[in-house]
Every structure is written in structure tokens, then in C-alpha cells.
């Protein structure tokens, strides 16, 4: 048997019904905003990920799905969905429009991580980017929509963590504190930090690795907020008043570093209780500097993505349902074989208003009102010779068990008026 490919996973059923539900409250709260929703492709020139994303990240070193096309250029399946964006904010002039440009979308990412519970090699996120403004209403504006779009899902066991990566200098500043505070110790690091100690400190605080934690608790290592300068200081303080102001409950995380490089300032993830070891549901931050990276106009940002899997197992925990998938109006049963061409007729003329299939086989009534019923139908439809002759149905309502014979017209009025 061939096999899905490992961290992959096929959605139908109730998972797909999650996923609905998270990209449709998507929709709505980032329409509300006025945000306008795009779809870039999948794959892109790998440089957009490198120079976006990050050449020290873990995603960008170890995490890519890439290959190369038939010239010998390297592409890659977009591990995320900002650096895109801003890529196609870009190439299709959007700087002249009226500033800020909202943007959302939802789709499949492609990580090479270990698969785990909540962890897959593909993925999906839905997004909101703001581009083309600094100002931190905006930063608030992203994060409590973020916040109340797993809200509004009826997620409660969640906790927002909002931190400061604070301005390039400030990390600069950090990253100096950082190596000349653990160089002594690096033969206690593990293998990737010691490399990180190298290529960019902050990572370290992010590693999993006990030693690694152990180390940077004995050792004190102070948090990145505490490097703020005084324009990134002000901006955070600015976005927690926004924040309060909106009602949006936070923590102040002083040690959150996020995976992506192009962070500035503002960043900050949501965690839900009850998930383990990846609880993250999401996250985002401000990025301006990245649109200049991928060779454009300053344009400051600021956006998030949500893990539609992770928000979908969150739901699960807590006891969510998704928004049921609408089930079958109308199952018409042949009487006779020489009516099975008809049962597709008469099926068709109900498309697209009702939701209808039929029988492929001749059934008897008993046992085809009995297949309706196992098909979740709301009402069936028995087409016999006299049915065929006269142009009409016997339609039985399988919750009343009532029964009529109506023309067409007269099954539709009769199904609305019993569904609506
Ligand atoms: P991120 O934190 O890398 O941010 O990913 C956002 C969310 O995607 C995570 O919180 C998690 O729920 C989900 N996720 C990430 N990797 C996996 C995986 N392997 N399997 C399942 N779920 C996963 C970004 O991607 C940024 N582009 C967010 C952003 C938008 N920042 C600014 N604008």
C-alpha cells in the first residue's frame, strides 16, 4: 500500500471541518479589518526564505523542503508565509496604494521537522499582514485580532505572551552580551548552540536542549527586554496601552525570541494549556526591514499566523466542535432499473439549491428509505414508474415520517420550508 509521506496528512471528515471552521473565522475577523485576502504560490526562489526568513534559523539551515528546477535554480516550499507576502507587496507595486496594505491568507506550509504531535512537515497557517506602517496601533491591531479570532473559536485555556526583540542595534547589543556571557561555557552548549553562539546567540535561549537550558539558568543570562533602547521601548510600552485599552489580556514574556529573524520589536506567540510540548497556536511580530531584505521599498509590518492544526487539536481538548458540514436534503431511490437514468435526472434539477444524490442501484422502498437514512438524508425521494410517468416524487420527511407526491417545484418548497 502506498502511503501518505510521513508528517503529511490528509484532511476530510471532522478534520477538514476544523479546518474550515479556523480558516472561516480567519475570514471574517481579518475582512472586518479591511483586510484583502491573497494567495502566493507555494514554492519560491529559495533566496526569498534565506534572506527573509533568515540564513541562521533553523528553518532556513535545517528545515527546507528545496530542490531545483530544470535550469538549476533553487526553489523552495515556503516554510512560512510572511516572507511571500512581502515578496509579492513588492513585485506588484503595492506601495502606491493607500497605505497601510492589509493582507490575509490560509494555505499549506512545508517544514522537515520531526513529526509529532502538533508537529508536521506540512502544515497549515492562516496569516494576517499589515505592511506599510510603524505605527504601534497596528502592532495592537494584529495581536488582538490574532487574540480574538481563537476567542471567538471558543478556545479559554490560552495565554498571549508578548515580548520585544526590540531594533537591530538593540539585538546587536544583545547578541554581544550574549556571547561574551556564555564563550567561557561553550563546551557545555550543545553541539547547534555552540554553532549559534557563532552565527547568532538569541537562538540559544530558544534551544530545547537540557544542558542548554541548565546552563543559561545557572549562568542568570539576562532577557532581551532588558537591551531595549529607548525608540523600542517606547514602541512596546505604546502597544501594551493599545492592547489594555482593547481589553486584550497579556502576558509581558521578557525571554520570548521567535524562529524567524526578521522580527523587530513587537513579537509574541499564543500558547494553549493544554497541548504539551507544542503549544504555540500561533504567532507573529513586526518586521520592518524585511521588504528591503527581499530587495523593495521600506515598508514597515507587522503580522501573525496561526497553526491551523495545533488550533484545531486545542479545540479538540477543550471540547470544541467545528461547524458541522451541512448532510444530505434529498436521496432519490429508483424503483426500477430501467429508472436509474431518471434518478440522476431528477437529482440534477435540484443542483445547486439542494443538496441531493440518488440511488445507482434499483432499491425496493423499505430499503431504500433505509440507505437515506444511513446517508444522513433529511428527506427521500421514491421514483417508481408512476412517479416517472406523472413527473412527480414520493417524497417521505424521515423525521415525521410524512409522506407526499409533489412535482419538482413542489419538492424544493417543501424541503426549504422543512430545512430552513
Ligand atoms: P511561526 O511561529 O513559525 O510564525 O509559525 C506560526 C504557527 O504555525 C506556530 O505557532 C504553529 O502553531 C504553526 N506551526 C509552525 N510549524 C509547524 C509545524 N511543523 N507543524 C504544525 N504547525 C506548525 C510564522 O510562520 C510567521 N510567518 C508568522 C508571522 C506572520 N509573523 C509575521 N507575520
Excluded at 480558516?23 to 527573509?52: D, K, L, N, Q, Y
Excluded at 547578541?175 to 547547534?192: I, M, Q, T, V
Aim: glycine share 10%; aromatic share 8%.
Amino acid at each position: 500500500m502506498i502511503r501518505a509521506v510521513k508528517g503529511t496528512h490528509d484532511l476530510f471528515g471532522s478534520a477538514l471541518a476544523y479546518h474550515r471552521t479556523v480558516v472561516e473565522a480567519t475570514r471574517r475577523w481579518a475582512s472586518a479589518a479591511g483586510a484583502e485576502e491573497i494567495a502566493t504560490p507555494i514554492f519560491e526562489h529559495t533566496e526569498v526564505f534565506e534572506r527573509g526568513v533568515g540564513q541562521t534559523t533553523d528553518i532556513v539551515q535545517k528545515e527546507m523542503f528545496s530542490f531545483s528546477d530544470r535550469g538549476q535554480r533553487s526553489l523552495t516550499l515556503r516554510p512560512e508565509g510572511t516572507a511571500g507576502v512581502v515578496r509579492a507587496y513588492i513585485e506588484h507595486g503595492m506601495k502606491v496604494r493607500p497605505q497601510p496594505v492589509r493582507l490575509w491568507y490560509a494555505g499549506p506550509m512545508f517544514r522537515a521537522e520531526r513529526p509529532q504531535k502538533g508537529r508536521q512537515r506540512q502544515f497549515h497557517q492562516t496569516g494576517y499582514e499589515v505592511i506599510g506602517a510603524a505605527e504601534p496601533e497596528v502592532d495592537a491591531e494584529a495581536v488582538a485580532l490574532s487574540w480574538w479570532i481563537l476567542a471567538d473559536l471558543g478556545l479559554q485555556r490560552l495565554h498571549l505572551k508578548l515580548g520585544s526583540v526590540g531594533d537591530a542595534a538593540d539585538r546587536a547589543r544583545y547578541n554581544a552580551y550574549l556571547r561574551e556571557r556564555l564563550e567561557p561555557h561553550a563546551g557545555e552548549l550543545s553541539e547547534d548552540s555552540r554553532r549559534r553562539l557563532q552565527t547568532n546567540p538569541m537562538r540559544i535561549l530558544d534551544s530545547k536542549a537540557e544542558a542548554d537550558r541548565r546552563l543559561l539558568e545557572a549562568l542568570e543570562v539576562r532577557p532581551m527586554l532588558e537591551f531595549l533602547g529607548e525608540a523600542a521601548r517606547k514602541h512596546f510600552e505604546a502597544v501594551q496601552a493599545r492592547l489594555r485599552a482593547l481589553g486584550v489580556p497579556f502576558e509581558v514574556d521578557p525571554t520570548i525570541v521567535r524562529g524567524l529573524d526578521y522580527y523587530v520589536r513587537t513579537s509574541w506567540e499564543i500558547h494553549h494549556e493544554l497541548l504539551g510540548a507544542q503549544s504555540a497556536l500561533g504567532g507573529g511580530g513586526r518586521y520592518d526591514g524585511l521588504s528591503e531584505l527581499l530587495g523593495g521599498p521600506p515598508a514597515p509590518g507587522v503580522g501573525w499566523a496561526l497553526g491551523v492544526e495545533r488550533v484545531a487539536l486545542a479545540m479538540e481538548a477543550e471540547g470544541l466542535s467545528p461547524a458541522p458540514s451541512p448532510g444530505l436534503d434529498l436521496y432519490v431511490v429508483p424503483l426500477e432499473p430501467e429508472l436509474v437514468p431518471r434518478a440522476l435526472e431528477v437529482a440534477a434539477r435540484f443542483w445547486p439549491e439542494l443538496r441531493v444524490q440518488y440511488a445507482l442501484k434499483a432499491r425496493k422502498p423499505g430499503k431504500g428509505l433505509q440507505e437515506a437514512e444511513k446517508k444522513g438524508a433529511r428527506f427521500a425521494g421514491l421514483l417508481g414508474p408512476d412517479e416517472a410517468a406523472a413527473g412527480t416524487l414520493t417524497v417521505k420527511d424521515l423525521k415525521s415520517g410524512e409522506q407526499r407526491t409533489l412535482r419538482p417545484d413542489e419538492v424544493k418548497e417543501w424541503i426549504r420550508g422543512g430545512t430552513a
